[in-house]
């Protein structure tokens, strides 16, 4: 069987575990990868993760190349899309986890270059098309150039979905208890962003920062529009989000009802993207969990008979990776 071949443009936190789960499945094929630093280090921080532990293969860096076990990968340290040919790759999806390029007009020169697909794995700043895994993969229309949405997305938008369609949703309050990230500071330094709080110390506080949940969740929803409102609480844990999803329902329904109608669902519609639990595990126990949430069901709690809150997990790095790599397989 012929293997899918992904290359992907960006070797940061999200490129890396793209890496990670691309070389654990046998039907793809990593064939390149481009970034800025330099090789050795792209080898070292592959093989040895403080929060995923060491990848169980032989790694090492000769020249410009990656070698990982007896596979050679060629690396590229092109800054400008329009100079990185990979024509001689065939290249079947690119992805796009730089951060960067986040329109198609700017990933366009991925495709004239040779790269059939792009999946850019963060929400675009143009009308780019938006799929997410268990939600609207089904409706993919074959556009060379996707966005995958954002990790935060790919948990709530899915419960969404299941919500939406058996109790109805009229606005939602979206809390995201998120790990702190590559754009945080270990300590408090000066920062250009828009946000001041993104000056602190992102090991030893709590950071309520602004989030783009909102937007990228009412591209799925879009008569939700005005009623969507998210804010992302950075707190001092290397991996894992807890969602604290405040739901207004359609409609007058009691609790029993609601946690037999998300259990059902999520079974049999949802498997590998949704589950739920009723073990009582924090925040250590999701990560590498590969789902893009899990429900946790002693948390389900209705105020009246019509505000839900719906808690949920998600390793917002390794599950969203998951997500990303999936959808490679849903472009080709």
């Not at 002693?298 to 105020?303: E, F, K, N, Q, T």
Request: net charge negative.
């Amino acid at each position: 069987m012929k293997k899918t071949r992904i290359f992907i443009n960006g070797f940061g936190r999200i490129g890396r575990s793209a890496a990670r789960i691309i070389l654990q499945d046998d039907s793809l094929e990593l064939v390149g990868i481009n970034d800025l630093y330099d090789v050795e280090q792209m080898a070292y921080l592959l093989k040895y993760d403080s929060v995923y532990e060491t990848l169980p293969m032989a790694i090492s860096a000769e020249g410009s190349e990656l070698w990982i076990n007896d596979q050679k990968i060629p690396v590229y340290s092109q800054k400008r899309p329009a100079d990185l040919d990979l024509r001689a790759l065939e290249v079947d999806v690119m992805l796009q986890c730089s951060g960067i390029f986040l329109t198609v007009a700017s990933n366009q020169p991925y495709i004239d270059n040779g790269a059939a697909k792009v999946v850019v794995s963060t929400p675009p700043s143009d009308a780019m098309p938006t799929y997410i895994c268990g939600v609207n993969t089904d409706a993919y229309a074959a556009e060379p150039i996707i966005s995958n949405s954002s990790c935060s997305a790919n948990a709530i938008v899915p419960i969404f979905k299941v919500v939406e369609k058996h109790f109805g949703i009229r606005g939602a309050q979206m809390h995201m208890f998120h790990s702190y990230t590559a754009y945080q500071s270990l300590l408090d330094v000066k920062h250009y962003g828009t946000d001041i709080r993104r000056a602190r110390a992102a090991a030893v506080n709590i950071i309520p920062l602004s989030s783009s949940a909102a937007r990228a969740t009412a591209y799925f929803f879009p008569h939700l529009t005005e009623n969507l409102h998210a804010k992302s609480i950075r707190i001092p844990v290397t991996a894992t989000t807890m969602y604290d999803l405040l739901i207004t329902l359609d409609g007058s329904y009691d609790l029993e009802q609601i946690r037999e109608g998300i259990i059902t669902e999520v079974r049999e519609h949802y498997q590998g993207i949704l589950t739920t639990t009723t073990e009582p595990k924090v925040s250590s126990d999701y990560i590498a969990d590969t789902h893009s949430a899990t429900i946790d069901l002693p948390l389900l709690d209705l105020a009246g008979d019509n505000l839900l809150r719906v808690s949920a997990w998600q390793d917002n790095e390794y599950g969203y990776a998951c997500r990303l790599v999936e959808m490679a397989k849903v472009v080709v």
